[in-house]
């Protein structure tokens, strides 16, 4: 019983240090900057979360860690222990704190309120509550799925293509809208096959409903949300090719991933250091989209694309940039 | 005496249990290269170190708690409700579509609807499995389990159609509820995030305690538990409180959905999963129970327990920047300890029983010696 009672002094005098140590001042000399991320899946989802870690990643390797420091919660899908973790974030003064998941802006809307010196940032979405410290950002994610639906169509010989979303909402919706509008474009008797499986998350129902694109005959996949590993596995054992979002997915299945959307949001976030340094903290709302190249397709090197379709994406991107092609979903 | 001291022992298993999970935690955050106690310092001091921080162990105990009640009333009749999820999810639903159909209507008389509806709704939810064991003889194991499922299938389809907020700027829509009128959020306690569903839970607390040992039905719901055979025998309608206690899990479980509604969230949003509304406390209910011994104020202190597990280890993770999985696998381990010491505990009693026992009987023969 002794030892218990040394090892819960123990624990409490930890705590007592870890209180004093948590009272360190907060100021930031100018261009230096503490960013906090939450996320709703993992950095290394090679998927939604990682698209932001990745471009975090990108910034800090410029600027150098001491200029911006970044502090990472993933894998907070409880939108209550989100709020937490950005309520707690911005109370130890972090400068910018970016709520990286639609399903926090509900809470986001109730704390920037009372954090007027700290910038705010979340999406996807569209919508800054009207707030002078809140960002918001939101992929054209359609542009890139009509690429990838032009590529998939030109690529398909069995005429059938299976598609693999989470649930039927946001830049998944998005996505999947465009490729299929793209696929039309390409080859208007081409058959799609979608299927919601109602998760983000659950790898398994991912390659289930893959397994069943793949009996009914789709020798091209494509999907969107962090859970699609699931399906690319299954894609990669029966030779299917595999059309990714969100984060470049090459590195999944080198063999059959024939080219990524990727969300870079670096464009955004430095435009909102940019505005953090002139006194701006908030109120613009941020598009990504292939023409500000928020939005880039990422070909898979180790894929050997036939140059013809190599064109045809090629010219489709220059096409949605200049205007000259419309992808018109989710308007 | 020793007797006295044997029970405070098998009391405190579940802490031991506890910090054992948390020494194997301190190897796993050693090898991740983070020193162990300034993250538990940080769990500490994110689960207690401020007013604020008592107010997000409270909160997050809360649902834990409501559902750890009704996990006693099952499991102390022999049935085992894994179903939790679901029941909170339909009991949820059920709440904040009343409160989004009449938005004007006063809070006064709306938030005890709700909440009564949520578990009404519950009730059923867990009700049907009961029914179907009942009646067919259907292992309510897999089929609470299934509801779940089926629950969170229906919660998708109503944030994605009728429930859905109308108002939402940008190309993509989420599958989110309006905001329920602020004149039906339950009162706060304190200026923190404390609401008044802490209070309710403590209070039917108490009520299923008094239900259980001090009535009637509880009594033959706990008999029921003890000894099907026997109670059959004993002319108690075995299948009938089976169905009962499976109904009252299930409401609790269902109170708990609209307590959180009412309490922390004030709108419902959906990833896809349950878990994403819950939290995971249906399940982690059953673990607040057996932790509190199955006995409703066990349940308390072992609510709140739990609750500074959980919001402590969040803020150890921002603390010390540990992968998150890690609070996962923290969490888990906690779970697989205090499970096990539940076992070894009960091998204890029985031991300590059957010592008993042998005295008596040695007593006897010698007395008849």
Redesign the interface.
């Known amino acids: 019983m002794k030892k218990f009672t040394y090892l819960l002094l123990a624990v409490l005098f930890a705590s007592f240090l870890a209180a004093c140590g948590g009272a360190s001042s907060n100021t930031t000399s100018s261009g230096t900057y503490k960013v906090a991320v939450v996320m709703p899946s993992a950095i290394n989802d090679l998927a939604f979360s990682q698209s932001m870690y990745d471009a975090l990643m990108k910034i800090q390797a410029e600027r150098g860690a001491d200029k911006f420091e970044v502090a990472v919660s993933d894998g907070v899908f409880v939108v209550e222990d989100a709020a937490a973790a950005i309520r707690d974030y911005a109370s130890k003064g972090y400068n910018l704190i970016i709520a990286h998941g639609s399903q926090y802006g509900a809470s986001l809307k109730e704390i920037a309120p009372d954090f007027p010196n700290t910038t705010f940032a979340w999406g996807t979405a569209g919508d800054t509550f009207g707030l002078p410290n809140v960002f918001a950002y939101e992929a054209l994610s359609q542009e890139g799925g009509y690429v990838n639906g032009v590529m998939a169509a030109a690529l398909s010989t069995s005429g059938t293509i299976g598609v693999v979303g989470p649930i039927e909402v946001g830049d998944a919706k998005l996505y999947v809208d465009g490729f299929k509008a793209g696929a039309m474009a390409q080859n208007p008797a081409i058959q799609i096959n979608v299927n919601y499986i109602g998760s983000f998350s659950d790898v398994a129902l991912a390659s289930e409903a893959a397994q069943t694109h793949a009996a009914a005959g789709a020798d091209v996949m494509t999907g969107s949300a962090q859970m699609v590993v699931g399906a690319i596995g299954v894609a990669e054992q029966q030779g299917i090719l595999w059309f990714g979002t969100q984060s470049d997915q090459s590195s999944l299945a080198p063999k059959i991933v024939v080219a990524s959307q990727v969300y870079d949001w670096t464009v955004v976030i430095n435009d909102i250091l940019d505005l953090m340094s002139k006194g701006t903290l908030g109120g613009k709302v941020y598009a990504v989209s292939l023409a500000n190249q928020g939005l880039l397709i990422k070909f898979n090197p180790d894929y050997s694309l036939p140059a013809e379709v190599k064109t045809l994406a090629e010219n489709t991107i220059k096409g949605i940039q200049d205007g000259s092609i419309k992808v018109e979903v989710g308007q | 005496m020793r007797n006295y001291v044997n029970s405070l022992i098998d009391g405190l298993f579940p802490l031991?249990a506890t910090?054992a999970a948390l020494a194997v935690g301190a190897v796993m955050l050693l090898l991740l290269g983070a020193n162990p106690?300034?993250g538990?310092?940080?769990l500490?001091?994110g689960a207690?170190?401020s007013p604020n921080a008592w107010a997000?162990t409270a909160?997050k105990a809360t649902p834990l708690l409501l559902v750890g009640l009704g996990i006693c009333i099952a499991f102390r009749s022999g049935v085992i409700n894994i179903g939790g999820e679901g029941q909170m999810i339909m009991g949820a639903l059920a709440s904040i579509s009343l409160g989004l159909s009449f938005p004007s209507a006063p809070g006064i008389i709306i938030v005890p609807l709700a909440l009564i509806l949520g578990f009404v709704a519950g009730a059923i939810w867990g009700g049907i499995p009961g029914f179907l064991k009942a009646r067919f003889n259907v292992n309510e194991i897999l089929s609470t389990i299934m509801m779940n499922v089926i629950a969170?299938?229906f919660m998708?389809m109503l944030l994605?159609g009728v429930l859905i907020d109308q108002n939402?700027?940008?190309?993509?829509?989420?599958?989110?509820t309006a905001?329920l009128s602020t004149a039906f959020d339950l009162p706060r306690l304190v200026p923190t995030r404390l609401h008044l569903g802490i209070l309710l839970a403590v209070l039917l607390a108490f009520l299923v305690y008094y239900f259980l040992w001090r009535t009637t039905v509880g009594y033959k719901i706990r008999a029921v538990g003890l000894n099907r055979f026997a109670s059959r025998y004993a002319g108690i309608k075995v299948e009938q409180y089976m169905v009962l206690s499976l109904l009252l899990s299930g409401a609790f479980s269902g109170l708990a959905g609209a307590v959180q509604v009412y309490g922390?969230?004030?709108?419902m949003?959906?990833?896809?999963?349950a878990?994403?509304f819950t939290?995971s406390a249906g399940f982690n209910g059953i673990v607040a129970a057996l932790f509190g011994q199955l006995h409703p104020l066990g349940t308390i202190p072992a609510s709140f327990l739990f609750g500074a597990l959980l919001?402590g280890a969040?803020?150890m993770?921002?603390?010390t920047?540990v992968?998150?999985?890690l609070?996962?696998a923290l969490n888990g381990l906690v779970v697989v300890f205090v499970v096990s010491s539940e076992i070894y505990r009960q091998q204890r009693v029985r031991r300590r029983a059957i010592a008993e026992m042998k005295k008596q009987e040695a007593l006897a023969s010698q007395t008849k010696g």
Do not use: S, Y
């Open positions: 031991f910090l106690l300034v538990f310092g940080a500490l001091q207690f170190g997000d909160v969170v299938q998708n994605r939402q700027l940008g190309a993509a829509k989420i599958p989110q905001r922390v969230t004030h709108f949003i959906t990833d896809g999963t878990a994403g939290g919001v969040n803020q993770q921002r603390a920047q992968p998150a999985a609070i996962t």
